[in-house]
């Protein structure tokens, strides 16, 4: 199992059986968790030099509506798990709800809109520790997101994406779970591999989470009788 990396003794999320089950799942919470520990101090320099904090705070969901979220294969392979294994069955059975209406919108979405993320649930993230790097490194500063709005376009100086200075780092847990050898991990980095791999989540069969749903439920009654 790789070891997880601390910086200023914050320990990264940990699920320790399901980390003995699934060697992937140590490797991307570790990725976060760097990820995250970037972000910190990032935001906290950030906020010094403009002088106020960021826009973004809890109960703010305007880029998880209608927003291309890219994922790499194993972001993916973490909302799935989690969605899956850990969330509680309360939250279950909306997200049950929500990804079977999802499935049933399905052709009635224009190609160039994108729905908005199943995961949200009463203005909250319902798999806020496994969500992508996205969700954890774009911030904005000044006034709060409206909906609709291109902040690229309309306020570029407001946008303020961290982590960036862990990402070879992340990088070194990441690829390695595509097969790449450490000779290799620097040169693909550079060159954006993961990036390359990555997909808008609105693009994914996210209805199947519910097959997964499924099939954790009845391994753990087996694991159980």
């Known amino acids: 199992m790789a070891e997880a990396r601390t910086h200023n003794g914050t320990e990264r999320?940990?699920?320790?059986?399901?980390e003995a089950r699934h060697p992937w799942l140590s490797r991307l919470l570790n990725a976060y968790h760097l990820s995250?520990?970037?972000?910190?101090?990032?935001?906290?320099?950030?906020?010094?030099?403009?002088?106020?904090?960021?826009?973004?705070r809890?109960?703010?969901?305007?880029?998880?509506?209608?927003?291309?979220?890219?994922?790499?294969?194993?972001?993916?392979l973490g909302?799935?798990?989690?969605a899956a294994e850990i969330l509680p069955p309360a939250a279950q059975r909306r997200l049950r709800g929500q990804l079977a209406n999802r499935r049933d919108a399905k052709g009635s979405t224009p190609?160039?809109?994108?729905?908005?993320?199943?995961?949200?649930?009463?203005?909250?993230?319902?798999?806020?520790?496994?969500?992508?790097?996205?969700c954890r490194q774009h911030h904005v500063f000044g006034a709060a997101c409206q909906q609709g709005e291109n902040?690229?376009?309309?306020?570029?100086r407001d946008?303020?994406?961290t982590g960036q200075s862990a990402a070879r780092g992340m990088a070194w847990e990441i690829l390695p779970l595509y097969g790449v050898g450490e000779d290799d991990v620097d040169r693909l980095f550079e060159r954006g591999y993961v990036g390359s791999r990555s997909k808008s989540?609105?693009?994914?069969?996210l209805e199947n989470i519910i097959t997964h749903m499924d099939a954790a439920a009845a391994l753990r009654k087996a694991r159980n009788a």
């Open 159 to 161: 946008v303020f994406n």
């Open 201 to 205: 989540l609105d693009t994914l069969p």
């Open 151 to 156: 902040l690229r376009q309309q306020r570029p």
């Open 13 to 18: 999320t940990r699920y320790p059986e399901h």
């Open 79 to 82: 909302l799935w798990w989690y």
């Open 111 to 134: 190609d160039t809109e994108y729905a908005d993320c199943p995961f949200l649930m009463d203005g909250a993230c319902s798999v806020y520790p496994l969500r992508p790097f996205v």
């Open 58 to 76: 809890s109960g703010c969901t305007v880029c998880c509506q209608g927003q291309a979220i890219p994922v790499s294969d194993f972001e993916a």
């Open 36 to 56: 995250d520990e970037a972000t910190r101090q990032d935001l906290a320099e950030e906020a010094a030099r403009r002088g106020h904090a960021p826009a973004c």
